[in-house]
């Protein structure tokens, strides 16, 4: 069993490219350039004007002046030399008369409306300089320059500019022709009415078929085969005698007794490779067929694809192999997938052998969740080979690495592009399970929805268990620590969570995602929720998450920690035990606080007076006061000491300012 960039090595350095035909101009839109293209003549041909306006003598300068002719687009004005003291009129595009050196835009004149004078006279308002808006002969194109060049895909544009230097027959590189077969004694044709014992209706092949022409290839249907090696044999050899430059076959490529198409492709060719370490897809082989002379068709050899006929495995191998053969038989310079980094919403499980190429919806949101516009992908659902659903919609592939371990939610992945992005550009937030909070792991709806106002201060919210990462238990902290962020945005000067994720107890997990969060995504504050005895700030083993943080803080903050502290005494004696701590990385803040969901409100409430003030400072506002500030010159005497005593026993006397940014 080899590799998925193995097989795909293999696939294309077996695939050879197609020979070049030459097509007219219309049917050229989607193939490959096989010949560099050059102009005939130049472009423009003439000196033409850049605006409307008046052709004039730029020596000439401001003053009044008769228009001797108008030149507009087309033969205008031919013949016609502007004389100095003269103008002529001219629209974009035209010619410019002999003897005229630039060009005053319209609005920079005045015409004149004595309606006796003949010729028509028009008021120059501005000096200009010889060469102002006139194009050259041949600025845009050059005679013999080359325009197009050879392995240059075409699309409209190009369209344009064959026709532009007069080319209408273009010679390209050929797109391959497919035959498509599916093979199975369970199936039927699509439009079987009534489906007997232990039938199914032939879905591949429809699919494979409408796959290949999407891809601007010819197809040939060559039907349905029974499980029987001979007559599987007589549709093979139909199929290579028909011209195909690639046979797709699904089913018939698993370890059965009547799985026929291996030994086959084994017999008529010679077979690269017959199982690949993915999921799904693992049972997809590959070989090349050698035609002899003696059977009279053009082409040297076929390539031949069996794929696997659970439908998700044959479209996903569909796109990840046969795709890229395609785009390399067609003549493209580069035949891979277009592959984008996206976030994904949902916490994802991995295989523990086998990577994944996870069905899912990628779409362009204006914040990500990190603050900034990117992509963010959604699952599709239950992940099934069977499931055809899985594919509904689904624009990308998701590559999941063999880790057995859970992907949390906001990590950025690599999306493999499988069709156009119909439906999924600029979206306006998506609702969630709970408006008020995000789901285990999942991206704020708040932070992918454009219409809410961009907050002032980001911040991300880290629940640290094992037993939420593997989905062994539900996350009732994270939730909990979004509501109480959220719902205090005011207080805290506009503050929204942006992102949430889950991590086991593991220092390195959980530094690499405080490490992304605060160099990469710029998150003002980030919040861990931390379990006791699970991750948490405790005596035992694996209560890491404090050391996790000190390593990467620059500053410590014990302030917020004695508040919290104080805060959970009032609870729990046992809060004593708590390693928790608080400093800053950059421009983020820090901050460890106990994983009960009562305790976050208990410790937000605590912080809010402060946290506000200490964020903006943070980022740089030296300007920030206290909401109850009193410069010193106007405050009254007081003992600092006093004060602090006055407030630990109680009294709830008004404080005086003992900020040291005034």
């Excluded at 897809?281 to 068709?297: M, Q, R, W, Y």
């Excluded at 899912?360 to 992509?375: E, Q, R, T």
């Excluded at 208990?602 to 009193?630: F, N, S, T, W, Y």
Aim: net charge negative; charged share 25%; proline share 7%.
């Amino acid at each position: 069993m080899i590799s998925v960039e193995e097989a795909l090595e293999t696939v294309l350095r077996v695939a050879q490219r197609l020979e070049p035909v030459t097509v007219p101009l219309h049917e050229a839109l989607g193939k490959v350039l096989a010949e560099d293209i050059r102009a005939p003549d130049p472009l423009p041909p003439y000196p033409a004007s850049v605006k409307d306006g008046f052709a004039v003598i730029a020596a000439d300068g401001p003053g009044d002046y008769p228009i001797i002719t108008e030149s507009r687009a087309g033969n205008d004005g031919v013949g016609v030399t502007l004389a100095p003291g003269t103008v002529a009129y001219v629209t974009t595009g035209g010619p410019i008369p002999d003897g005229a050196d630039a060009v005053v835009q319209v609005e920079d004149t005045k015409r004149l409306k004595d309606e006796s004078s003949e010729p028509k006279q028009v008021r120059i308002m501005v000096q200009t300089s010889p060469g102002t808006d006139i194009r050259p002969i041949g600025f845009d194109i050059e005679k013999d320059a080359i325009v197009l060049k050879s392995g240059e895909h075409i699309s409209a544009s190009e369209v344009g500019l064959l026709a532009t230097v007069g080319v209408t027959m273009v010679k390209v590189h050929r797109s391959p022709t497919i035959g498509v077969l599916s093979t199975g004694d369970e199936l039927v044709e699509p439009t079987t009415q009534k489906l007997g014992r232990g039938q199914i209706r032939d879905s591949n092949r429809a699919m494979l078929l409408a796959a290949a022409v999407q891809k601007n290839c010819k197809t040939v249907d060559l039907g349905i085969a029974r499980d029987d090696e001979g007559e599987l044999e007589k549709v093979m050899d139909f199929a290579f005698s028909a011209g195909i430059d690639i046979v797709l076959t699904s089913g018939g490529v698993s370890m059965g007794d009547r799985d026929f198409v291996k030994p086959l492709l084994e017999k008529r060719g010679k077979v690269y490779f017959n199982k690949v370490s993915m999921k799904p897809g693992k049972p997809v082989t590959f070989s090349e067929i050698h035609l002899s002379k003696a059977d009279n068709i053009k082409a040297k050899s076929i390539l031949a694809f069996g794929l696997p006929g659970n439908p998700v495995s044959c479209l996903v191998c569909f796109h990840l192999f046969v795709v890229p053969a395609i785009h390399h038989l067609s003549g493209w310079t580069n035949p891979h997938l277009l592959r984008v980094r996206a976030r994904i919403r949902q916490p994802l499980k991995t295989d523990p052998t086998r990577p994944e190429f996870h069905r899912a919806i990628v779409k362009w949101h204006l914040n990500d969740g990190s603050g900034f516009p990117g992509f963010i992908a959604e699952s599709t659902g239950h992940q099934m080979s069977s499931r055809l659903l899985s594919m509904k919609s689904a624009n990308a592939l998701l590559e999941l690495p063999a880790s057995g371990a859970v992907i949390p939610a906001g990590t950025s992945l690599s999306a493999i592009i499988i069709s156009d992005f119909i439906g999924a550009s600029v979206n306006n937030g998506s609702p969630l399970e709970d408006k008020s909070c995000t789901s285990r792991g999942s991206i704020s709806s708040d932070a992918i929805n454009n219409e809410v106002p961009f907050p002032e201060f980001r911040v991300a919210v880290l629940t640290v268990s094992d037993t939420v990462a593997s989905g062994a238990g539900p996350d009732r902290s994270g939730p909990r620590a979004v509501t109480v962020v959220n719902s205090s945005s005011e207080r805290l000067g506009g503050a929204k969570v942006v992102a949430t994720a889950v991590v086991p107890d593991d220092t390195g997990k959980i530094k690499d995602i405080l490490r992304r969060w605060s160099d990469v995504d710029k998150i003002d504050l980030i919040i861990t929720l931390e379990f006791l005895l699970e991750g948490g700030t405790g005596f035992t083993s694996r209560d890491v998450t404090p050391e996790a943080t000190r390593d990467l803080i620059e500053k410590e903050t014990p302030g917020l920690v004695h508040v919290m502290m104080q805060e959970s005494l009032k609870v729990t004696q046992f809060a004593m035990l708590s390693r928790s701590t608080a400093g800053i990385r950059g421009s983020t803040l820090i901050i460890n606080m106990p994983g009960n969901p009562n305790a976050v409100a208990e410790c937000m409430e605590a912080l809010l007076p402060a946290l506000k003030h200490g964020l903006k400072q943070i980022k740089g506002d030296k300007r920030e006061k206290h909401p109850r500030h009193v410069p010193h010159s106007e405050a009254e005497p007081a003992d600092t000491w006093e004060k602090s005593y006055q407030k630990t026993t109680m009294i709830t006397e008004e404080p005086s300012c003992s900020c040291s940014s005034h």
